[in-house]
């Protein structure tokens, strides 16, 4: 990364930590519909991972993807909206946190199915080949992806036909409240690669330039017919599962020594350092940023609700009550 590249990453990067503290608060006073999951902590893998990537390159995401969506260029006041289920939402607030998306960027959607988008993300790799694009697709998936089957299904074929996709896993060292080491015996989910014939490499997901780094380098090799490669992104998140979970299961020393590798202060550090801008440099920048998240909320709190009348629209079929035989 060169020095504007690293500044306006930690920008992004401290955006989606304000917009991810904004949901929080708003989750708590009841204003976002349904369920969150939250990426606080892994902000670096987000945006460094998008920064290895063209404008028009496509990105699938989990149900922890508000830091992939708006690191891939989404709008955050339509973000926030449907976040509180209004109609000015990217799904029309009928989607939520886990289902969105955009195609005019590049994101092909979020998902709440653990591994649903990963088989997804490999069709789109296919079409992206058939039609000689030039594309390359990056599939954002956590370590507990990596058990269910549509993983392994998913990353063989890819592997087996060679096509342009990076497939990133965001380890933060627990699936829900089950640790790696429960979950498997290797000792690097990046190890699994060599088992499908492709190239596997392990990052620190919290080093923004490090990131940036790894997946470009995978990303030019996919997009010159080089295949796969299966990027494991080591990581933290700073908080729950979701919103409800307390992390009962982890020590407070363990938490304590991830929490002083938070990405946000290695980026900002690493700013000072090379003397790329000053701490009153980076404070009107953070300024401009709350403003942003604030008027998100504003934003998402004075939009409409749905038309009730418009529940049906959208939607693969309609059950008609009426003409079911009793």
Known sequence: MNDPMLLDAWRRMLLIRRFEEAVSDAFAQGSVVGTAHFCIGQEASAVGT?????????????????????????????????????????SGGRGGSQHVADLSIGFLGSHGITAGMIPVATGAALSQRLLDTGRVVVAFFGDGATGQGAFHEAVNIGAAWQLPIVYLCENNLYAMSTPIGESFRVTSIADRACAYGIRGVSVD??????????????VERARLGG???????????????????????RTDEEEACWFER?????????????????????????????????????????????????????VFAEFDLGATKH
Do not use: W
């Not at 997901?205 to 995978?218: F, I, M, P, Q, S």
């Open 50 to 90: 998008v920064d290895a990537l063209r404008p028009d390159d496509l990105v699938t995401s989990n149900h922890r993807g508000h830091g992939h969506f708006l690191a891939k260029g989404a709008d955050p006041k339509r973000l926030m909206a449907e976040l509180f289920g209004k109609a000015t939402g990217y």
């Open 262 to 314: 938070d990405p946000l202060t290695i980026a900002e550090e690493r700013i000072l350092e090379r003397e790329i801008a000053t701490a009153a440099e980076l404070d009107p920048i953070a300024e401009a940023v709350t403003a942003t998240v604030d008027e998100a909320v504003r934003f998402a709190l004075d939009s409409p609700d749905p038309d009730p009348a418009t529940v049906a629209e959208g």
């Open 227 to 249: 295949g796969p490669t299966l990027v494991e992104a080591r990581t933290y998140r700073m908080c729950g599962h979701s919103k409800s979970d307390q992390c009962e299961y």
């Open 205 to 218: 997901g919290n080093d923004v330039e490090a990131v940036y780094l790894t997946v470009h380098e995978g």
